[in-house]
């Protein structure tokens, strides 16, 4: 039977079960309901660029792979840089956009890109992918935090990127947040303790709730939370209000909210998802008080993960200060085809580089650890 490419303007096109069926749920950013979510609730603004173009790959009446997507007009959102790739190709009078972004919006989380049951149908979606970029005459594709174990797909005609993220993963004797601080080194062990002593000290405490659990109040006051950090930094905020609520109720056991609490109301909080194995933390706000940023968005998020049972703990892109806190160097991939054939070949010395960079950055970081000994250390 002959396998046909459909481009999915709309999520709500394909039936949740057919789109989930194609993943093993481990991970939240690439559920049917997270991703409809942000097109249905206002989270995907056209003036900034995003517009929802999922490929999906069938076979008569069953849908075998898919590859959540977007045709993006900007770099928007995508935590994979390439303005310089785009300055580039303005420079020689060129259009970089339209491109095509194989990814999850506004979230830089490692998780499946080419969703299908086997890998004879993923590379057949991947080829598919290319034959519309292609067809359409796109600059390029960009498949952005993709699986490691995903990257055997992409053949010599890709180009490979890196960066480097900060995670914490458990150890097996680790079963509480004192045994974790055990196994760092003195220095690292008392900043820690004065950090969260500062927030005791302030009388303030936490309750966590996840998305079942969560009062309307509670979920505006969290809501609130992100848009003022957001207008803190001059940034326009992405997600909205009936997003959020439309995660409690669709996800209602991986959304996870970390309040802190002065006078037994809502001054500050963290919003995290929570796989299988793994709590991602996605966003933060409120008052700023000493080491309450720390105690809400990394010291909270790991007693959870011990408490919970969970491997990892991925608290977002960037910031060396995680750390100090326990988060070590992991590097995360991606992979980019462009069009053009000049441009491919001297972006891909460009990745070269690029990578020699990061790998060295990387080793840094490690000589840099918190922990005491190889022993201790992920």
Not at 117 to 144: K, P, Q
Request: aromatic share 12%.
């Amino acid at each position: 039977m002959n396998v046909m490419l459909k481009v999915v303007p709309a999520l709500t096109q394909i039936r949740a079960s057919a789109w989930d069926a194609l993943h093993d749920g481990n991970n939240p950013f690439i559920s049917h309901a997270f991703l409809s979510g942000l097109e249905q609730y206002g989270c995907l603004r056209p003036d900034w660029g995003w517009q929802p173009q999922h490929l999906a790959l069938w076979r008569g009446d069953e849908l075998i792979a898919a590859a959540p997507g977007y045709l993006k007009h900007n770099s928007h959102g995508e935590f994979v840089f390439d303005h310089a790739w785009a300055n580039a190709y303005a420079r020689h009078g060129m259009d970089y956009f339209p491109k095509w972004l194989g990814g999850v919006p506004y979230s830089p989380v490692t998780g499946p890109r080419l969703m299908a049951r086997n890998d004879t149908d993923r590379a057949a979606l991947l080829a598919a992918i290319v034959g519309h970029v292609e067809a359409e005459a796109l600059s390029s594709v960009h498949i952005n935090f993709h699986l490691p174990d995903e990257s055997a797909l992409f053949n010599e005609s890709w180009l490979a990127r890196t960066d480097v993220q900060f995670q914490w993963q458990r150890q097996p004797q680790w079963q509480d947040f004192d045994d974790f601080l055990a196994s760092m080194d003195h220095k690292h062990r008392k900043n820690i303790r004065q950090e969260r002593a500062k927030v005791s000290r302030a009388g303030i405490r936490f309750v966590v709730r996840h998305g079942d659990e969560a009062s309307d109040d509670e979920l505006r006051a969290m809501f609130g939370f992100y848009l003022q950090t957001f207008a803190e930094y001059g940034n326009a905020p992405a997600l909205t209000l009936p997003f959020l609520r439309h995660l409690a109720t669709q996800l209602p056991r991986q959304l996870v909210l970390f309040l802190a609490l002065q006078d037994d109301e809502p001054i500050a909080g963290a919003l995290c998802l929570r796989g299988t194995d793994t709590l991602y933390g996605r966003y933060w706000g409120g008052a700023t008080l000493p080491g309450l940023h720390f105690e809400a968005c990394y010291y909270q998020g790991i007693e959870y993960c011990l408490r919970e049972g969970l491997r990892r703990f991925e608290p977002g892109a960037q910031g060396e200060h995680k750390l100090a806190r326990g988060f070590l160097p992991t590097q995360v991939q991606s992979h980019h085809w462009i069009a053009h054939p000049e441009f491919r070949e001297a972006l891909r010395r460009w990745c070269a580089r690029e990578r020699v960079e990061v790998g060295a950055y990387h080793a840094t970081l490690l000589r840099h650890s918190p922990f005491k000994s190889s022993q201790d250390a992920p």
